[in-house]
């Protein structure tokens, strides 16, 4: 019989993922899901249709609930105004073309990035005629040697870099995109505002993926863009042609997470530190890979960037010997952590790189971004962290 849980694990897992009575009706607070918004007058709704006036047409163009999550996340970032999308792939997607619109169609984006966001880059946006360059943002002179070579119409990164937790120097990047006249997107996912706020460091649109912390319970999808002034009524103006809305229940659910963001990121920080301390003592553990480390390569740039005593809520790490197979046998004696393709939920959650985040990333440019096969992401969710401890020293004793 598995050892009891603690109250704060309990409190995350006991009762979860069971098939409801499709009988059960949730009480929430009211949402706005109207489509079409009307006025006494049609010179009212001309005035609002045509921006001379605030207010809401169709909610493709805005809606109340959705309004709200915008305001509070420009307010969090310290933007001028921001944009929810369905999810985040959208929100970046409509970042970088909105960086790229009356500029050169070319971007310089840093080699060790989302999965995805390589997906998008190379299928997306080069079929569109964009040319892409990769390079090391964490390798100062050779990056901007690359913005000041291409002089790009944007330059891209990631606060934190997925899966081995990289950190560049925004701000001097931001000084040398500058210099070109290019503008700046950051997804700042694995920070939230909590750990940085890219705006104040020079960027110009912030993106997050409200799927993970910022909804943070494993139960919406959605994305966030914020902008500075200069960019948003372009963006804007995008989103209304492309349609990527949230849903305002999706706003709803995210404004909802968000109130305890502060009380779950701080709790998940502390015990991703605490894993990354026991990892690193493990004799199975052949490297662990998070941002309080002494040694971390990018540590000048952790202290310049991050708020004082945080340092997130990820922890990577490689296991000795491991193989996919043995990987598997570690995922299969997790019975508490969740292994799931996302992050930033209460429940901590695993992620195997190979067959998730950077399954459609080629072998050969996964060894050069440093991505092995033995490699391991975890989230650090608000359990007790003896009991996500406890689980993880299970799956790996499973390893032969």
Partial sequence: MEAAMKIDSELVHVGERKRLNADAIPSTTPIYLGTTYLYESAATLDSVMGHHREGHSYSRYSNPTNEALEQLMAMLEHGYGA??????????????????????????????????????????????????????????????????????????????????LRVARLDKIADAARAVGAAVVVDSTFATPLLMRPLDFGAHLVVHSATKYLGGHGDVLGGIVVSDEAHYAAMRSLARILGPSLGSFEAYLTLRGMKTLALRFRRQCENAKALAEWLRTHPKVERVYYCSDASHPDAEAIRALFAPGLFGAIVSFEIKGADKS???????????????????????????????????????????????????????????????????????????
């Fill in 83 to 164: 944009l929810a999308t369905a999810s985040g792939m959208a929100a970046l997607a409509i970042a970088l073309e909105t960086a790229l619109l009356d500029r050169p169609r070319s971007i310089v984006a840093a080699r060790s990035i989302y999965g995805a966001t390589i997906s998008l880059l190379d299928q997306i946006f080069v079929t569109q005629g964009v040319e892409i360059t990769y390079a090391d943002a964490c390798d100062l002179d050779a990056f901007t040697a690359a913005i000041e070579k291409s002089k790009p119409g944007c330059v891209f990164l990631e606060s934190i870099s997925n899966p081995l």
């Fill in 326 to 400: 043995k990987i598997f046998a570690f995922m299969d004696g997790l019975k508490m952590i969740v292994p799931g393709t996302s992050l930033g939920d209460v429940h901590t959650l695993l992620l195997y790189p190979l067959i998730a985040s950077h399954r459609d990333v080629a072998p050969k440019m996964r060894e050069r971004m440093g991505i092995r096969d033995n490699l391991v992401r975890v989230a650090a969710g608000i359990e007790d962290f003896e009991d996500i401890r406890s689980d993880l020293e299970k799956g790996l004793a499973g390893i032969q």
